[in-house]
């Protein structure tokens, strides 16, 4: 108990010191809403059942995170960093790319800290790659589902 204790300790002092996981304003500027006339019904699939192993992927990592269990965390990350790749001339959007490399570039990270058994270093790579998720679903996912909202004649949420 006082092993998790301390791990929730070093985690909200590291993400503290983190910049914000929300996007910086460069980032909403280079990140835009997918097209959905440049995204084909094959790329749509692909995205759909990547987006689905990687939900369960990071619901069992963040378990085995949290509770100090290395080698499921790492086995979580790999799948996670092995996972099938949009190719550049299917990449959706300019930012999709960037966003696709840091998660493979933080769950590596994620990997390196796991074969350290380093709770510190675990935190800190673990801490960034939710915010690369975060800043992917803020770009992508959130107005994809607003402009559903809209199709639907439903009320956008409020910003």
Do not use: W
Not at 52 to 68: E, G, I, N, P, W
């Amino acid at each position: 108990m006082r092993l998790l204790a301390a791990v929730l300790c070093l985690t909200s002092v590291f993400a503290s010191a983190q910049d914000s996981v929300f996007p910086t304003k460069e980032e909403k500027k280079m990140a835009r809403i997918i097209e959905q006339q440049l995204v084909t019904t094959e790329v749509k699939a692909f995205l759909k059942a990547k987006m689905k192993l990687h939900s369960k992927d990071m619901r069992d990592l963040v378990l085995a995170v949290a509770t100090l269990k290395y080698d499921e965390a790492k086995r979580y990350a790999q799948g996670i960093a092995n996972s099938p790749r949009l190719t550049e001339e299917n990449v959706p959007a300019p930012a999709f790319k960037v966003l696709q490399d840091n998660l493979r570039k933080d769950a590596n990270a994620v990997i390196a800290a796991c074969d350290k058994k380093s709770p510190e270093e675990l935190s800190v790579a673990f801490d960034s790659m939710i915010a690369t998720c975060m800043s992917c679903h803020n770009a992508y996912l959130v107005p994809m589902r607003e402009q559903k909202k809209v199709e639907k004649g439903e009320k956008p949420a409020a910003k």
